[in-house]
């Protein structure tokens, strides 16, 4: 009698563990699909910012795909709320890329989905604190202190606008916080953010309108597989 319920159970008992195996496995396998979509989107919402931070050997630019060597400002990151002008520090946060103007005089419109302007030699940004239009693209001449766009070195040839600061210009808070271009011998910006220029037309052309720098102190995270 004995032997016979052994014999009578261990089927059944097989039969549950089999069914309580297949449903952890489609479980896992459920979860595993979730896991993967979850970090899909995170992707795609990472592909849709250019990210700014540090790295083992200085600061880099990157949009999950692609990372390209940068350089900010010369005190180096600062909380957006402590940003005050002239205080050559970039504010972490994230800032939109309003529009991009380039020298007609130098070099070709860029191919970007971002709006695009060229630049005139009267063009002039606001930074004075007190003044009317602090923190906004004025033309010269102006008589409230300003800096000039038009530039001897290649500095603004391309020039990125940040949504910094602008919504509405809030005085002494920062103003003229750019994404623009440098050169191998550049050690530091005023508070911007710089890259090369071959590294600047390839950014372009990978961003989109209302495209976010954002400027971070979290190194970035090593890329997930499953």
Known sequence: MIVFEIAYKHPYAIRRSSQKAIAIGRLAADHVQDLTLCLHAATLKH?????????????????????????????????????????MATPLGSWVMRCVYFRPDRTAAPVTDLPTYPLSADLGCCDAPGGAAYNQL????????????????????????LGHNDAPPIAGLGSAIFFHLCTKDTEFTAGCVAVLRDHMIEILANSSRDMALVITRLAPAEPLSI
């Open 138 to 161: 004025v033309r010269r001449p102006y008589p409230g202190r300003h800096e000039q766009l038009w530039r001897e070195d290649e500095r603004y040839d391309l020039l990125v606008v």
């Open 47 to 87: 592909m849709n910012r250019w990210t700014v931070s540090p790295g083992q050997t200085g600061y880099a630019i990157d949009d999950a795909r692609t990372s390209y060597p940068c350089i900010i400002g010369k005190s180096g990151l600062i909380d957006a709320a402590a940003k005050r002008e002239g205080d």
